[in-house]
């Protein structure tokens, strides 16, 4: 059980484009789900946190503009990096929360390279 | 703001010894603590959670302290197998509202056979 799926798991894109991520829970209700960055040898740094069907909260100093969130329904979280840049160039890994729940269950991850 | 620091960045045993990993934080203690593991390019998976009011927390091969007088948890995995090895990452949730994660920079641990 807890299931998080994210696609694709792997994407390059030109400077400029946007790109679109998904996550999804697939065995479960996520209320809440979260987006982080990582860096290569560096820990997890929480992009934004969104609970279903409303705005998500961003972290301070991430882009809410360039960083779109969506989080229509209680399995499905989208990420959308508009107007990528090389900059932006990292794994991005969401994860899902159960209502009342503490633990999070996360997906694969997305290699985003921005060329 | 908080601060976390796992002890080491790598840690080698041998197959079959108790590996121990250790995570400090600066501030005030978290409402819960976590303990994730997380594999090369894959996302971390939950493996334990202890409550501020809880000492210690097993789960099979795996034992959870929590000591917030020194603000300490350890982790320890016994009977340590080479399939152990990953990175392990100590996570602090202390705002039980936002239910957001903060990760420390994880410790990878290395198993010998």
């Known amino acids: 059980g807890a299931v998080v799926s994210q696609h694709p798991s792997r994407v390059i894109c030109k400077s400029g484009t946007s790109v679109k991520i998904e996550c999804r829970s697939l065995d479960f209700q996520a209320t809440t789900m979260f987006w982080y960055r990582q860096f290569p040898k560096k820990s997890l740094m929480l992009m934004a946190t969104?609970?279903?069907?409303?705005?998500?909260?961003?972290e301070q100093g991430v882009e809410k503009d360039k960083f779109l969130i969506n989080h229509a329904s209680l399995t499905l979280s989208t990420l959308t990096v508009t107007s990528a840049h090389p900059e932006d160039s990292s794994f991005y890994i969401c994860?899902?929360?159960?209502?009342?729940?503490?633990?999070?269950?996360f997906g694969p991850g997305t290699r985003l390279t921005v060329t | 703001s908080q601060k976390i620091e796992q002890n080491s960045e790598a840690l080698n045993i041998q197959e079959g010894k108790t590996a121990t990993l250790t995570c400090n934080y600066t501030?005030?203690?978290?409402?819960?603590l976590q303990w994730y593991r997380q594999d090369p390019g894959r996302g971390p998976v939950f493996l334990l959670l202890i409550r501020e009011n809880e000492k210690e927390k097993r789960k099979e091969r795996l034992k959870v302290t929590f000591d917030t007088t020194l603000k300490q948890s350890l982790f320890h995995i016994t009977a340590s197998q080479p399939a152990d090895s990953a990175t392990y990452l100590c996570a602090l949730l202390m705002d039980t509202g936002r239910r957001a994660l903060t990760f420390g920079s994880g410790t990878r641990l290395q198993v010998q056979p």
């Open positions: 969104s609970n279903e069907g409303s705005k998500a909260t961003y």
């Open positions: 501030n005030y203690s978290p409402a819960y």
């Open positions: 994860s899902a929360s159960e209502a009342g729940a503490y633990e999070q269950y």
